[in-house]
């Protein structure tokens, strides 16, 4: 545990240096989050002029669910997605083979391999937009609400993480589908901006189970403007677990058959 | 005889004067090989298509819900639900992804091989894009209709009546949205990083173009900022023919910009050309 | 007779940003952005006549590529002019490209995933090839280069030097009357590299196209060219032939003995006559290494002193003398010839 500590430190300040060195990454990352950010409030400005709310979903909790989609977004894109894409090329390339050749469990180092500290940009964003949302909204979180809220976080992006694993570890075999995480890009960065009980029952289902959106960003956000049910929270933290063992035993699965089967 | 074969002749075309054979001998050639090599990657390509569907879904599924029982800017929910659907298949035939390569070309180099041939780059990009856009469509239509069915599209303005008109549109559309995105693709032989730039002219075509909303449905102003833009008339004007919410004169009207828009952007794309090749030869190959 | 190539005070002049190592700096950086100027070709002139096959020695980064890059038309110099067949070749007039060819080593400008063939068919479409004379021109490069097994293999499929030899061939069906070939053989192994070797100087013998090479492989430059052109610095440091080369740069030369049969010479008999030259023994005899001008005086010494079979004086390797050459920083020029 303590080795997976300092591995995750090495590379985290190594993706430091880089982010010093190309100064030019991280204005752009910041222009395009604002940029991101405001064409989804102009976009929930139109929408609030035709109605005044959206399946019990007001203005300030779709500003809450969008700080969270970013928030989520940018812990996804610092070290989450640069490394999954970095595995689907190392798989492709032959470089995976170092990793399996270093003294750390290979998943862990496949999923820190590749920082992009520049996406915490979208982090902070979205915890300036959940505030200033929080705030219009006026409500009053006990210790319980937040510690629910933490909660509901991780088991989001634990199934989330749990789900790019699963993608990439295709490409153990689908060597030529390089673009397969873009699937989830689009869904997260389109879907993920609205609160899934708006889709109707069997989008929501596939939202939730297949491409584990919901989890990730409308769950968490009703835990903040307290539209969440207990029953909701609990299948969140099953759900979680049940993602994390799937795709824990899916990369085992595929590194047997990796090493088992090349020369 | 041997050496008579690989010794210079002693007639040589003339490269520099335009000949339409040649270039639709070229277009011939290239377009069949970028079908090829799509079909080839037809995995890479399928993923595309489905990405093409999520964004109208999402928003046919937001913009039903704002609407509801009732109406929203002149739209019923079976209504809005027609409109992006329409916008999917002209959004589909419309775009152009090169803005994101142009970037890698420079840093690699490989706009100098492009360069070395005595014919435009735009010719070869042409025909890739249109490869995929054909073939993408074997994906796009059936998703169309199927999403029509589930939703329960509000077609009733569409008739032969609406569908003549929308070809011209949709041509002129394909045109112009080439022209104007291959210009800002150029934006990468000055800054060494696109995606700011990019990412802002998608948002302003995500409003103004139609893409988000139907542009009724926006507030007044944007309405008026739009009008003034390329955006709506390589994108909403088609779809707004299709469906039959534009009429006579209207439409003629709307051909009359979108050709005044596609001289802007030619002229802009052949100046703007020549200062990126101006720059790429200064920094270097 | 015109010349093919003609470069007069041709220079190319980059500004790039200085940035040093370590985080302090970086951060400074961050705030202030400093720049320094870069001559990487400093006014070279030379000219080639039509027909010539001209190699450009140089060390890494010495401006052989950027020279050659100008000429093609890639690059806009700072200062000089050139005229390559009549045509200013930063202008890339359509009719300059359709004389020319930038053949580049390991980049490809043939399409990945396509058979060759077809690659070849979109040139001849490209550069208005007449179809009879695209025919015939595609038959001989084939039967040259050996390509007929590999036209229908898409280009993705093909080894290093497959692929090489199919964009050659490519690069050489508008029948340029200029080639510019940048590293043409490397990475490749040493019989493919002499299969090329060959083929560009078959080429150039049975079109009369002018050649002008970059290469890191002596063997290269030896096998072909009959003049050289080394660029040190951006500066042009020798323009003649191989020979004169070796002649003007090598410093020393290598005697090697070969005694009789059964004879012994004691090494300090040895080291007396060759007055402290380092002697290396061989089975046969030694050989010693030594300065040029008293290359004669020393082997005269060793010929009346010593029981010799045989005596032979040679000049150093090639590429130790242009070792030596790229080591020294030097400000010289020399024209020859």
Not at chain 1, 64 to 91: D, H, N, T, Y
Not at chain 2, 252 to 263: F, S, T
Not at chain 3, 250 to 278: D, F, N, P, R
Not at chain 3, 309 to 337: C, M, N, W, Y
Request: charged residues 15%; aromatic residues 10%.
């Amino acid at each position: 545990m303590r080795h997976g500590l300092r591995v995750l430190r090495a590379f985290l300040s190594l993706g430091v240096l880089n982010l010093v060195q190309y100064r030019s990454d991280f204005f752009i990352a910041l222009l395009n989050a604002l940029i991101s950010l405001v064409t989804q409030v102009l976009a929930l400005s139109v929408i609030f002029t035709a109605t005044s709310d959206l399946r019990g979903w007001g203005p300030n909790d779709l500003l809450v669910l969008v700080g969270i989609q970013f928030f989520i977004a940018g812990l996804i894109g610092v070290v989450m997605r640069p490394s999954m894409e970095a595995l689907m090329e190392g798989i492709r390339l032959g470089t995976f083979d170092y990793l399996l050749t270093k003294p750390a469990d290979s998943q862990l180092l496949a999923s820190v391999q590749m920082v992009a500290p520049q996406a915490a940009t979208d982090v902070v964003v979205g915890v300036g937009v959940v505030a200033y949302g929080m705030t219009r909204l006026g409500v009053t979180l006990s210790p319980l609400d937040v510690a629910l809220f933490l909660v509901m976080l991780l088991a989001g992006l634990v199934i989330v993480y749990s789900f790019l694993l699963l993608l990439a570890t295709c490409a153990f075999w689908f060597v030529k589908l390089e673009n397969v995480l873009v699937i989830f890009q689009a869904l997260f960065g389109n879907a993920g901006r609205w609160p899934v009980t708006i889709f109707p029952p069997w989008l929501r289902a596939f939202l939730t189970f297949v491409v584990p959106v919901a989890f990730a960003v409308t769950v968490p956000a009703q835990a903040l403007t307290g539209q969440l049910g207990g029953g909701s929270a609990l299948l969140a933290v099953v759900v979680a677990i049940g993602f994390f063992v799937v795709s824990r035993l899916f990369w085992k699965f595929a590194l047997r058959h990796y090493t088992g089967a090349s020369a | 005889m041997a050496d008579v074969g690989l010794a210079t002749p002693d007639s040589r075309p003339a490269l520099s004067r335009f000949s339409l054979a040649a270039l639709a001998s070229f277009y011939r050639e290239r377009f069949a090989m970028s079908v090829a090599v799509n079909v080839a990657y037809r995995g890479a390509v399928a993923i595309w298509i489905f990405v093409t569907l999520i964004q109208p879904l999402v928003f046919i599924v937001v913009w039903r819900t704002v609407a509801g029982e009732g109406e929203t800017g002149g739209y019923t929910a079976n209504q809005f639900v027609a409109y992006f659907l329409v916008m999917m298949v002209v959004d589909h035939m419309t775009f152009i992804w090169h803005m994101w390569e142009f970037e890698w070309r420079i840093r690699t180099g490989a706009f100098s091989p492009l360069l070395m041939r005595p014919i435009h780059p735009i010719h070869g990009d042409v025909c890739e894009n249109l490869a995929y856009k054909v073939l993408g469509l074997i994906g796009v239509l059936p998703a169309a209709v199927l999403i029509g069915v589930v939703f329960d599209a509000d077609l009733s303005g569409v008739g032969l009546g609406t569908v003549l008109p929308f070809l011209p549109a949709l041509v002129l559309a394909m045109v112009l949205r080439f022209a104007v995105e291959w210009c800002l693709a150029l934006a990468a032989f000055w800054l060494t990083k696109v995606t700011a730039i990019n990412s802002l002219f998608f948002a302003l075509t995500t409003f103004f173009g139609g893409i988000f909303a139907p542009l009724a449905v926006l507030p007044g102003w944007m309405q008026t900022v739009a009008v003034w833009t390329p955006f709506p008339w390589s994108l909403a004007f088609p779809v707004e023919v299709f469906l039959g919410r534009r009429a006579g004169a209207d439409i003629w009207l709307g051909y009359a910009a979108q050709l005044g828009w596609i001289m802007l952007a030619l002229g802009g794309l052949a100046l703007l050309w020549r200062r990126a090749t101006r720059r790429y030869s200064a920094v270097g190959a | 007779m015109t010349a093919a190539i003609t470069v007069t005070e041709l220079g190319k002049t980059y500004v790039v940003p200085e940035r040093e190592g370590g985080v302090r700096a970086a951060l400074v950086a961050l705030v202030r952005r400093r720049t320094r100027e870069v001559k990487a070709v400093a006014e070279v002139s030379f000219r080639i006549e039509p027909g010539e096959i001209v190699g450009f020695l140089g060390p890494n980064g010495a401006g052989k590529t950027t020279t050659l890059k100008m000429l093609a038309g890639l690059l806009h110099p700072t200062t000089g002019t050139a005229d390559v067949l009549g045509y200013t070749p930063w202008r890339r007039d359509r009719d300059y490209l359709g004389r020319m060819s930038l053949i580049m080593g390991q980049r490809n400008q043939l399409h990945w995933d396509i058979p060759v063939l077809d690659s070849f068919r979109l040139n001849q479409a490209i550069f208005r090839i007449p179809p009879a004379e695209f025919r015939v021109r595609l038959d001989e490069l084939v039967q040259l280069l050996e390509l007929e097994e590999l036209l229908r293999k898409p280009v993705r499929n093909l080894s290093l030097g497959e692929r090489m030899k199919c964009e050659i061939a490519g690069s050489l069906l508008h029948a340029p009357a200029v080639l510019f070939l940048d590293e043409p053989t490397i990475g490749l192994d040493v019989a493919m590299q002499r299969r090329i070797r060959s083929f560009i100087a078959e080429y150039n013998f049975r079109t009369g196209a002018c050649v002008m090479l970059t290469s890191h492989y002596m063997a290269d430059v030896e096998a072909l060219c009959r003049r050289v052109i080394v660029i040190h610095q951006g500066r042009l440091l020798y323009d003649g032939d191989l020979a004169g080369l070796v002649q003007r740069f090598a410093a020393h030369k290598t005697i090697t003995v070969e005694l009789e049969e059964g004879a012994k010479v004691a090494e300090s008999v040895a080291a007396g006559l060759v007055h402290g030259a380092q002697v290396e023994r061989t089975a046969t005899g030694f050989t010693v290494r030594v300065p040029k001008t008293e290359t004669p005086a020393v082997a005269s010494r060793l010929l009346a002193a010593l029981p010799i079979a045989d005596l032979t004086i040679e000049e150093p390797p090639v590429d130790q003398v242009i070792e030596k050459v790229f080591a020294a920083p030097t400000s010289e020029v020399d024209r020859d010839g």
